[in-house]
């Protein structure tokens, strides 16, 4: 068994059951990685043990440790990391990704492996699958879908602490903009799309 299947199976053990940041969203996220590594001729091995490490502590989002996830995410994956003979400097570099990947961090990894890391956790945001998550976190939450009086933040700065498609304008549809690498750019181009086609379809519903 090599070192990133060990370190797989490690981690579903101790993943939370949140659907927005279970296992599967880690294996989605790690597809992602990996498509983009090799695109960008980055080290797998490292990109990949960092996406796996990426959210072994989750805080629920009405938490006020919240922000701090990326940033306990790190210091767990490095006692993790040193099991199974990591460098110093690897540890260095897959946990410095894992702990500036994170939106509410609102930092530019230096590292082309924490870039990776971040454009594909982001890619997960977005698309189909990031409107599903949306939902499935606001349920856990008892948010309500929209606000009656303005929907889609006409008239108003977006809050999604209250309703979930105020989510779409705090966060996702920014995520474009925000990518670091031309492959993760390109994806994320795609998958907005299918975010504003939503958003689309929903107004005419609403």
């Known amino acids: 068994m ?3 299947d060990s370190i797989k199976n490690e981690i579903i053990k101790i993943m939370d059951n949140d659907p927005a940041h279970d296992f599967e969203h880690v294996m989605r996220v790690y597809n ?3 498509k983009i590594a090799k695109k960008e001729k980055a080290n797998q091995k490292l ?7 990426h959210d072994i502590v989750s805080y629920s989002k009405s938490s006020k440790r919240s922000k701090f996830s990326s940033i306990d995410s790190a ?3 490095k006692l ?3 099991k199974y003979n990591f460098t110093t400097e690897e540890i260095t570099i897959i946990s410095d990704a894992i702990a500036d990947h994170s939106f509410s961090q609102n ?3 230096q590292t082309l492996e924490g870039k990776i890391l971040q454009d594909a956790d982001r890619l997960d945001a977005l698309g189909a699958i990031g409107i599903a998550r949306v939902f499935a976190t606001s349920g856990s939450l008892n948010r309500p879908f929209y606000n009656i009086d303005d929907p889609f933040c006409n008239k108003r700065n977006p809050d999604d602490n209250l309703w979930a498609v ?11 903009s925000m990518m670091n690498t031309k492959s ?3 994806e994320a181009k795609k998958r907005t799309k299918v975010l504003k086609v939503f958003l689309k379809q929903l107004k005419d519903e609403v």
Not at 47 to 53: E, G, I, K, P, R
């Open 2 to 4: 090599n070192v990133l």
């Open 32 to 34: 992602n990685a990996q």
């Open 47 to 53: 990109v990949l043990s960092a996406t796996l490490l």
């Open 75 to 77: 210091k767990k994956s």
């Open 80 to 82: 993790i990391l040193k």
């Open 107 to 109: 930092k530019v990894p």
């Open 166 to 176: 105020d989510h779409f304008f705090n966060k996702l549809l920014k995520l474009e």
């Open 184 to 186: 993760g750019k390109i």
